[in-house]
């Protein structure tokens, strides 16, 4: 027989269905929390890190945002090619400039380069000097390819000497400016810590641009010189020589024991010459030599060309009638070593001198 149920035990068992159902729901945890639930927004975590003193987890919302990002598609190739082509603009507007204000000037250079024998032995000189010098050279990335302030600077000196020669009809400022534009290209491809090399290879450029402007001018002058430095150290040697004109046209003659040599343009001395000088505008520059240094090496390198191309005429006169039928192997031989040792000096002569330290300041 069932009794009768208490008054208000309807109430109760509903009570107690209500806190089973409580326990099994999560429990709900306070924003404050280490490891609060994902509905809490990131203001709430903010603030609450602010007063816990704790590093939150971040949102479950941040995460997959962030998962988002990084698992997103990478963008396609026309947006990858118009952001390049962006970052590249400005440069190749710059050097579309440079060459509409240089072009005719470079192209020129090219021409009397490919000409003439001598000028072509300064610019290779010139290339692998600057080669060899930045060979070592500390840090960077191989290639900048950055336009930076000194890069900015070089250009826009150049860009403006460019123009004045335009305006006032003067080659010498477009030859500052060929130089300053071999700068400034040295410094955008390489970046901005070769800035001494840049100079020194700006000050080379500009030199053998002018050298071959004056090539015509010289090359008699140089011929004569080169003649009678010959003679004279025959002439010390106590051997019989003569030096004169002959011909029609006018070829210069020397006479050594009865027989003729004639210095022809290939024999002035002027690939020598020019080679040293330019080898020394760009060696001296590019270290931190002393002002007196620098000058006495600069006022030493073309003596030390014109000796050293006298010296080789003088060996090729003692030696022809040694080689006989070789007489040409000879003459390239002597040239080929004199050229290539003389330079090897003076590299070796720069590479001695002592170096300024550089100035420290005090902060």
Known sequence: MRGKKPAGSGQNDARLGWAHLRKLQPKRQDPREHGRPARVGVGLAAKASLQTGETPVLPAIGNFRRCARLGSPSPSWPRRFQSHFLQAAPALLAWSVAALLFGRSLAWLATATAVREQVSHAAIVLGFGLVFLLRDRPGGNPLALRFGRRARGFYAAACLCAALAAVFQQPLLMVVGLGLLAGSILLFVLGE???????????????????????????????????????????????????????????????????????????????????????????????????????????????????????????????????????????????????????GFLWWLVAGLPERKPYITLS
């Open 193 to 343: 810590d070769v800035l001494h090399p840049a100079i020194g290879f700006a000050l080379a450029f500009a030199g053998f641009t002018m050298i071959s402007i004056l090539f015509p001018l010289a090359d008699w002058p140089l011929r004569v010189a080169a003649g009678r430095s010959a003679a004279w150290f025959l002439s010390l040697l106590g051997s019989p020589v003569q030096l004169g004109f002959s011909g029609e046209p006018a070829r210069l003659i020397l006479a050594h024991a009865g027989r003729p040599f004639e210095v022809a343009s290939e024999c002035n001395g002027f690939g020598m010459i020019s080679g040293c000088l330019l080898l020394a505008l760009l060696l001296v520059f590019s270290r931190r030599l002393r002002v007196v240094d620098k000058l006495v090496v600069i006022l030493l390198a073309p003596i030390l060309g014109l000796v050293s191309n006298a010296v080789r005429i003088l060996a090729i006169v003692l030696l022809a009638p040694a080689v006989g039928d070789h007489y040409l192997i000879m003459h390239e031989a002597v040239g080929i070593a004199l050229f290539f040792g003389t330079l």
